[in-house]
């Protein structure tokens, strides 16, 4: 029974470790994601906040989940990341900062050929999405619970990284209305906004831009700290399914480069 427990809570604090884990990541389509044109066109755009020298995609695992394949594609002349989950999660992530008062917005978009069947994104059990941009938030940790305080202190000790202190996801939802916020089944820490619902636009480039300040405002219900990293992802390990999808390149818009 503690071994259980234990590994239950490693697998939740890798969970929510998307971008300030040291875990070591396996060199699986990193360089040819980091040399790809998606790569390039994430790292840097005109009038975006560039990742360039702020850290490389890497491709973070979870310990006893089978990785999610991520690779670089052209889709419908459009470069991107496919990503093929059989029963797997994992995720690209990269690693920025950008203070509370310059965030601005994140462009970013996707292309899903079928949604997983059984999944639901706010019951621990079938918590998988094909597609999920993540995004990690620094804050005032003494305002964790009890059971986060406990999970991020863990998570410190055997990485040498706190728990970021609020992560936010944008998700394609089987039943939810675009809108909806779903707090996460393990930690309310993670909080996913739903910005695709049903399956009436699959098998077509869904292009978004989101107000970063204001949708973690209303997810959470305060402001934001500074962002610390962004990640794609698509998982299946929880309802045993297989899922594809297609991302395009990330944008994040700053408020201190929109007024030069």
Known sequence: ??????ASLWSLVCLVLTA??????????????????????????????ALAG????????????????????????RDAVAAVAESSASMLRSKVRIESQDLGSVRFSWMVPQLIANADMGLRDVDDSPVR????FEGDRSRFSARDALVSELAHTLTGEPMPYATLMYVWCN????????????????????????????NQ???YERDIRA???????????????????????????SARSWFGPLHLGSQAMAKN
């Open 1 to 6: 029974m503690k071994w259980a427990c234990r």
């Open 20 to 49: 300030c884990s040291s875990l070591p990541a396996p060199p699986v389509g990193q360089v040819e994601i980091n040399a790809s044109p998606w790569a390039v066109q994430s790292q840097g755009h005109r009038g975006s906040a």
């Open 54 to 77: 702020r850290g490389a995609w890497n491709h973070l695992t979870f310990p006893g989940k089978s990785p999610t394949a991520y690779s670089y594609f052209q889709k419908d002349g």
């Open 133 to 136: 941009i993540v995004l990690v």
């Open 175 to 202: 039943k939810r209305a675009p809108g909806s916020v779903i707090k996460g089944p393990r930690t309310d820490r993670i909080r996913k906004m739903v910005v695709e619902s049903g399956a009436g636009r699959l």
């Open 205 to 207: 480039w869904l292009d």
């Open 215 to 241: 949708d973690f405002q209303r997810a959470f219900g305060e402001l934001p700290g500074a962002l610390l990293g962004i990640g794609i992802m698509s998982d299946s390990d929880n309802t045993r399914s």
